[in-house]
């Protein structure tokens, strides 16, 4: 282990000042009990949960702007970027948004009108405030030949819902980037049909700015080639590219073992090393890639805590549970 004892912790987002922005996904909890540690390393912040449409738009005649609001506010105070997450998503969704006064499937006019509506409000009241929006997320499929997953937004408005939430969020806010993000991005069946719906929307003159890269990567997977060919691949498109939700777990995805109370040296050290190369990677693109975001600013709160298996601790980020910088975090603001 590390011993940071006298020994000068620089912050994070200043060694990469010349590459590309920082950013850590928080809620009004971290912002309290991480705040020092998130003002000091990270100059982008991401809401991890408070501006999905379910938490901002539970029923057709009331928002709930309180807890996406005070993230805002900490940002203004403390000066960091923010990028908005996330305008249509298949989860996270309310009922009532796909349906009508009988409780049936709403037609896909009203479906379009209400994304409309929810997307002008919420665009329109962060404008200035967000500088980016994940505006639809995860809407291709994992496997198998079909490019779109089911989802009710497809079944009601058909493939068109992805351009028409891109065209709203354009309206609302002209100046914002606009991103389609997604997860096992760097997967090659999953990378080829990102890369046809991107290549599609901007034939259409859809206004897709960026692509958002999850990174929801593990010690184990993927590969540094695959994360290289997609890179190359997104980037050949034109399009901006923002890693949006990093992290690396200890544990391959189909890893169901939860018997670990403490990290072993041997993975953080194998972490440590998997983070360095990716980052020495990711210089190499630093003109085409403008902001990395860890999913989590410490390893006190990660959304991998209990997911996917129940019980389970990880310790994905770079720093620990009591905020102290881990071997990653030293190899990552070190190695060039």
Not at 100 to 109: A, M
Request: charged share 30%; with cysteine; hydrophobic share 40%.
């Amino acid at each position: 282990m590390v011993d940071n004892i006298n020994r000068s912790i620089p912050k994070l987002y200043e060694a990469f000042q010349d590459c590309f922005d920082i950013g850590a996904a928080v809620n009004p909890r971290t912002i309290v009990q991480a705040g020092d540690l998130i003002a000091n390393h990270y100059n982008s912040l991401t809401a991890e949960n408070e501006m999905k449409f379910e938490r901002l738009h539970p029923a057709e005649d009331k928002y709930t702007f309180e807890a996406a609001d005070k993230i805002v506010d900490f940002a203004r105070k403390h000066g960091k970027k923010l990028r908005g997450h996330t305008l249509v998503w298949h989860n996270q969704t309310p009922d009532w948004l796909f349906q009508d006064d009988d409780g049936g499937r709403v037609d896909r006019d009203t479906l379009f009108a209400r994304m409309k509506s929810h997307i002008d409000t919420v665009v329109k009241r962060y404008k200035g405030d967000i500088f980016a929006w994940d505006v639809v997320n995860e809407a291709i499929a994992d496997e198998g030949s079909d490019l779109l997953r089911p989802s009710k937004w497809l079944d009601i408005a058909g493939p068109a819902f992805i351009a028409k939430a891109f065209e709203f969020a354009h309206e609302a806010d002209p100046n914002a980037l606009l991103f389609y993000n997604d997860y096992n991005e760097s997967h090659p069946l999953k990378r080829d049909k990102i890369y046809t719906l991107l290549k599609s929307l901007i034939k259409q003159g859809v206004p897709v700015n960026g692509m958002g890269l999850q990174a929801h990567w593990n010690l184990f997977d993927p590969g540094l080639d695959d994360i290289r060919s997609a890179i190359e691949m997104y980037a050949s498109l034109g399009l901006v590219l923002h890693l949006t939700e990093m992290d690396m777990s200890f544990f391959q995805f189909d890893d169901r073992r939860a018997d670990l109370t403490a990290p072993p040296e041997e993975m953080l050290e194998l972490q440590a090393r998997q983070y360095e190369a990716v980052f020495d990677l990711l210089r190499e693109y630093r003109d085409v890639i403008d902001s990395v975001t860890f999913w989590g600013s410490a390893d006190d709160y990660t959304w991998l805590n209990d997911f996917p298996v129940r019980g389970r601790k990880n310790w994905p980020l770079l720093f620990d549970e009591k905020h102290q910088p881990k071997p990653s975090f030293w190899r990552v603001v070190e190695g060039r």
